[in-house]
């Protein structure tokens, strides 16, 4: 095999996605945004513990339902460490960031929201945190209000000033936008929700692949992220909660392994994290999970943002040097993520992505889960093309001669 040590000095050969081809052409993959590709240590990991390790923990009295318990609650001490939460009960694994921010609906927002109340969101959130909210304002009587951003894609200081008010009982935001790619101040916006009395929540589905977190320093009440966008396997995720704030909000599902006692017409449950883990869980996606911490752990955030902030840069010089391409968000490439959003001139972006697949490269169009930000935006769809640290110089070359082709290939002048 060539040698696949990129210039940043990261282990190509670790990505086997990466070495192969898209049609006849050399995979230039820049969907990360959406989900991540998979280094070979955490399909290994996944492999070892099925081939080796595979029980329903929690139940058995045998050795290998103990070591997959052991994997599983290793886990999640590798988590909790991982974004620094005090307590190893605040960890609650999920399926995805989806149903993190649907437990919490369900869970906080239909016992502790209620009638008159304000639920403040930002225009840029993903679906995923806004309809379990407009479902909870519904069912409630509460008022969903929202943060609007200011020309550069950034929320201003007086829409926080302004939106987030003694009504305000939770506040829930995206660190980073997976259309935008900027990085919102949390920690401001947080530490607004507790002023008034709100607890606030935080989707950190795109922030987490890219920058360390700790909830704590953030003083996070809640935090969400998926597996999936940051190395490890699709089908798991993660919900931390201040432990106080889960004790006393209800089970979300009902079933195995969340309780104590079960009588024909009454049920207690079980304490945390068990009360929020119904069911037989994804030990194997937590398992992947745990060595996805440690890859990301071993190349070491610094690196990552570097690498990251590089390729970012280079792909904004490349791409404003092209008259007909509109970019979205903060025309420079400053506090962003690895995320750019942009249109080409009288060209659809499913046109778009469908010619640069012609040249291997996949990158992502549409409305990207996110139609109240496209309708703010005023425009129906965006192309999106998203890097992660697998990504090189020459990917981003890849891209922008494809991107150059669209308008010929379409018959339009430049
Ligand atoms: N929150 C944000 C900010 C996201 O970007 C996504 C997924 C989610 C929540 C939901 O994550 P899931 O794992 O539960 O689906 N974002 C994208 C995307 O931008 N393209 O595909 C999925």
Redesign the pocket.
Known sequence: MANLLTREGVNLADFPILQTKANGKRLVYLDS???SQKPLPVIEAVQKYYESQNANPHRGNYELSVEATEMYEGARETTRAFIHAEHVEEIIFTR????S?NLLAYSYGMHFINKGDEIVISIA??H??LIPWQQVAKARGATLKYLYLDENGRIPQSEIEEKITAKTKLVGI?H????LGTVNPVKEIIAKAHHVGAVAVV?L??SIPHFPIDVQDMDADFAVF?G??MLSAMGI?VLYGKRELLDKMPPFLFGGDMIEYVYEQEASFAPLPAKFEAGTQNVGGAVGLAAAIKYIQNIGYDHIREIDSRLVHYAFIRLRELPYVTIYGDGGAGNRCGVISFNIKDVHPHDVASILDADGVAI?AGH??AQPLMRYLGINATCRASFYFYNTREDVDTFVDSVKKVRGVLGFGA
């Open positions: 945004a959406a989900t995805n960031a989806t149903e921010l959130e993903h995923s945190n995206t980073v936008s997976n259309v989707d589905a795109q998926s999936h966008k995720g992502r990207h889960c």
